[in-house]
């Protein structure tokens, strides 16, 4: 598809080939990777507004870009955050000053972020929140702590929900800051280790950390009304490029099936079929939805067919696989963490797809209480 962009596309598409062959860990190098596609304009194509170093384009253009970077060898992407989350929160409910200030970087590349929202007292119940930021001169002294955070260990800035006045409950009295992430002995990061092995989620210590006043985005005490607005940018055109993975993983997986001979059992013939089908319907309802603001429960909906279509993938893999599933790729030894091929990194990891992001039954309350009108689930006194 034509962009409608200038010849210096040709330019960094030779640049990025050449960035590829160079780099044969990409995920070592993910920041570096960042930075090319800012200096070539690819950050932040969906943003509403252009003149912070991005590029701007139409709905059917960012979906194509999205899909085709989701068919490359392109590594993948570590700015998702600043530029999906917290660029269009910004765009909305920042000030003239914070837009200037943080999305050039985003659009460069030159500022990671992650996510400050769930603590282990207030995963699902977001409205939870214990952590508490205290007006202090010019600023504000957070302490407490946040977990699940997601590349918490490469981020440079973290966008923090805390409660800003101690004596509020629930959504009240919250506050929505922007805060530095390099500040030793005031921050720390723990890893989280994970059933695969890896360690994709973070526990972070706030121990008097400081955000400076001009960094609370919206102002004081509506930090619950810039929350949720950040949740509604949560899913999009994201989507649709997540199922060209989904679709790879299955392809790979019917490649098993046909080769080991499992394709011949009619109850994995019928899985791999009610997969497939699965997942056209659910393009189809992210079609159907892309762009769309009116659908409240759409999201949620979008949550819960991919969360339990992929879990249900990762189970298919290892019954087409049988006895061989339960062999690692290497041998093992306890001097050196295991390792895992592509489809048992897989039914591991996606065990947690119907838990992270909102739970699945966090996204059936959204759905009773916004969309089918039943009564508010009671969390206790306001």
Not at 58 to 78: D, F, G, H, K
Not at 131 to 152: D, H, M, P
Not at 189 to 202: E, L, Y
Not at 225 to 232: N, Q
Request: net charge negative; charged share 25%; proline share 5%.
């Amino acid at each position: 598809m034509d962009f409608g962009f200038s010849d210096e596309d040709d330019e960094f598409r030779a640049e990025a080939r050449a960035w590829l062959a160079a780099h044969a860990n990409p995920a070592t190098s993910r920041r570096t990777w960042e930075r090319t596609l800012g200096r070539a304009g690819w950050i932040g194509i969906g943003w509403p507004e252009s003149g912070y170093g991005n590029r701007t384009a139409t709905l059917t253009q960012q979906v194509a870009w999205a899909e085709e970077y989701a068919r490359s060898p392109a590594p993948p992407r570590s700015g998702h955050i600043g530029e999906n989350l917290l660029a269009p929160t910004l765009l909305v409910h920042g000030t003239e000053e914070q837009k200037s200030r943080f999305l050039p970087p985003i659009a460069a590349g030159e500022e990671l972020w992650c996510q400050g929202y769930s603590e282990p007292g207030a995963g699902s119940d977001l409205a939870g929140v214990r952590t508490v930021a205290v007006r202090e001169g010019e600023g504000y002294r957070i302490s407490g702590q946040k977990i699940w955070t997601s590349l918490a260990h490469e981020a440079d800035w973290c966008f923090v929900l805390a409660r800003t006045d101690p004596d509020s409950r629930r959504h009240h009295g919250l506050g929505f800051l922007l805060v530095p992430m390099d500040q030793p002995g005031r921050i720390e990061v723990r890893p989280i280790r994970q059933m695969t092995g890896t360690s994709d989620f973070n526990e972070v210590f706030f121990d008097g950390a400081h955000a400076r006043a001009e960094h609370v985005v919206g102002g004081e005490g509506q930090g619950w009304r810039v929350a949720m607005s950040l949740l509604g940018f949560e899913r999009g055109v994201s989507t649709l490029s997540q199922q060209i993975g989904f679709a790879e993983e299955l392809a790979g997986i019917i490649r098993t099936a046909v080769r080991n001979g499992a394709v011949r059992d009619p109850v994995v013939r019928s899985r791999l079929v009610r997969q497939w089908a699965e997942l056209r319907t659910m393009r189809r309802h992210a079609l159907r939805t892309l762009g769309g603001s009116a659908d409240p429960g759409a999201p949620s909906v979008a949550k819960l067919l991919w969360a339990g279509w992929h879990q249900r993938l990762g189970e298919l893999a290892m019954q087409v696989r049988g006895a061989a599933a339960t062999v690692g790729p290497t041998d093992w030894s306890p001097s050196v963490p295991y390792e895992l091929d592509a489809d048992q990194h897989l039914f591991l990891f996606s065990r947690a797809d119907t838990i992270y992001g909102g739970s699945d039954q966090v996204q059936r309350t959204i759905i009773a209480e916004r969309v089918l009108g039943l009564p508010r689930e009671p969390k206790g006194a306001v």
